[in-house]
């Protein structure tokens, strides 16, 4: 499959037109980014990382029912997706509190939400990325109450499957984000990437922050947090 037009360029991946109408190529980036895009730096063998940590778990979501955008990987820094029309909405699932919900809600860092916490945000540079409610959702014509209903019970189905695949793994999953798109038969998949940018993933025993966590905030090297993990889930 080769390259085409660029149609879209992001912080860590650029998107490409092929030959065929209804599928891209996904190329994973070395760049890191992290507070809007205030703190930068090219890490390296980042993008393969994530490409091929990406392809695996698309892989496995796929084996066990949840639809994506995933075909296959194609390279070390590609793989080839269906086309999406991707929804503005992102949709956060939090197993343990980290990040944001602390500043936000004044959770300590650690605490375990049972049942996990899902919540919805707008996907805006310009604003931030905001928190949002369903009946934000509704009143932006964001999505239908249909897909809402959809990415809630897609996002807590993939919880179920990858804490359990981590957990064997002997990693934590604590949050992640995931991004939904309308496929070219019209129904609804999980698209982008699901990687270390994307999740909190620590040591299960130690609680070593294996994800970006470590370039946010200093915590070590990040190529080295995202080798274990990859190592581990039978990179």
């Not at 639809?67 to 390279?75: F, N, Q």
């Not at 957990?167 to 934590?172: A, E, S």
């Not at 992640?176 to 990437?193: H, Y």
């Amino acid at each position: 499959m080769e390259k085409g037009k660029k149609v879209y360029e992001g912080k860590a991946k650029v998107v490409f037109e092929t030959q065929d109408p209804d599928k891209y190529i996904l190329y994973f980036k070395d760049s890191a980014t992290a507070f809007d895009g205030l703190k930068k730096a090219e890490v390296s063998g980042k993008g393969v990382l994530n490409n091929k940590i990406s392809s695996l778990i698309f892989e496995i979501l796929e084996k066990n029912g949840i639809k994506t955008h995933y075909i296959e990987r194609i390279s070390d820094n590609e793989m080839l997706v269906w086309k999406a029309d991707r929804l503005l909405v992102e949709v956060v699932v939090r197993n343990v509190a980290a990040g944001s919900i602390c500043k936000r809600l004044g959770f300590k860092e650690g605490e375990v939400f049972d049942p996990p916490l899902v919540e919805f945000f707008y996907k805006s540079d310009e604003l931030h990325d905001p928190l949002i409610c369903v009946e934000h959702i509704k009143l932006m014509n964001l999505a239908t109450e249909e897909e809402v209903k959809i990415m809630r019970e897609t996002a807590l189905k993939v919880n179920s499957i990858l804490s359990e695949f981590f957990d064997k793994n002997g990693i934590k999953l604590v949050d992640f984000k995931l991004e939904f798109g309308r496929l070219p038969d019209g129904s609804l998949a999980v698209v982008d990437e699901i990687s270390p940018d994307s999740c909190r993933l620590w040591d299960k025993k130690t609680g070593e922050k294996l994800d970006k966590d470590r370039f946010r905030f200093e915590l070590g090297d990040l190529l080295e947090g995202y080798r274990k993990i990859f190592e581990r889930i039978g990179g």
